[in-house]
């Protein structure tokens, strides 16, 4: 472009203008080149993650610092929207231990993808209320049983429509844009879920809130 407006006193106008046309039409295809690219990266990394084996590295661990630590990593991660949107977030576990057969890291991603889909439920709905009229709150909760404890995380943001409600748990199905997720996070949520020989539960209501529930046997 520089090179052309050095030139353009020996162009006439009208080659002139047909090749800043032109220039501009290569800049709008070669930032679409780079999107679908990097959406085509997102797309195989997802195929990977997917075709990774999450069935092994199952050994006793103590569940409360997990999820303690990705309670902290919530407040980290996401300190900027926090503070701007002022959500309130709440960490309601029982002291002491709570011990199971899992795998820490497995476990503490399935919670960090659930986490992060409530925060961007909360912030999207915050965006389009009035300042004031609504407090985004996420929150955290555990519910020990006789042989098992329950992992529930709830939000008050925008929530899920009835009609996909039944495809949230497919690969790949997503109601955020290609350049926000690639659709496999609740996809392999429910994977880590299960192969640790629990079970994962959504309810939701649209505009109002959604909570998931993961039960896992102690």
């Known amino acids: 472009a520089s090179n052309i407006e050095d030139d353009k006193d020996n162009m006439d106008n009208e080659n002139y203008e047909d090749t800043v046309d032109i220039l501009d039409m290569l800049r709008g295809n070669l930032q679409k080149v780079s999107q679908h690219g990097q959406n085509t990266t997102r797309t195989l990394k997802a195929m990977e ?13 103590s569940l409360v610092a997990v999820l303690k630590q990705d309670f902290d990593m919530l407040g980290a991660y996401y300190a900027e929207d926090i503070s701007t949107y002022g959500i309130k977030t709440v960490y309601d576990v029982p002291d002491g231990e709570i011990s199971i057969d899992g795998n820490a890291t497995q476990l503490s991603r399935m919670v960090m993808n659930i986490l992060a889909n409530a925060v ?75 192969n640790h020989g629990g079970d994962i539960q959504m309810q939701s209501v649209k505009d109002s809130y959604s909570e998931f529930t993961i039960t896992l046997p102690t």
């Open 49 to 61: 993650e997917m075709l990774q084996d999450r069935s092994g590295g199952i050994v006793p661990m």
């Open 120 to 194: 961007y439920a909360v912030v999207k709905k915050a965006k389009r209320e009035k300042p004031g009229a609504y407090v985004p709150e996420i929150s955290l909760k555990v519910v020990v049983d006789k042989n098992s404890v329950s992992i529930i995380i709830r939000d008050n943001g925008i929530g899920i429509e009835d009609t996909i409600k039944e495809k949230i748990f497919d690969p790949f199905f997503t109601t955020k844009t290609t350049g926000e997720a690639s659709g496999v996070g609740l996809y392999l949520s429910r994977e880590i879920v299960q």
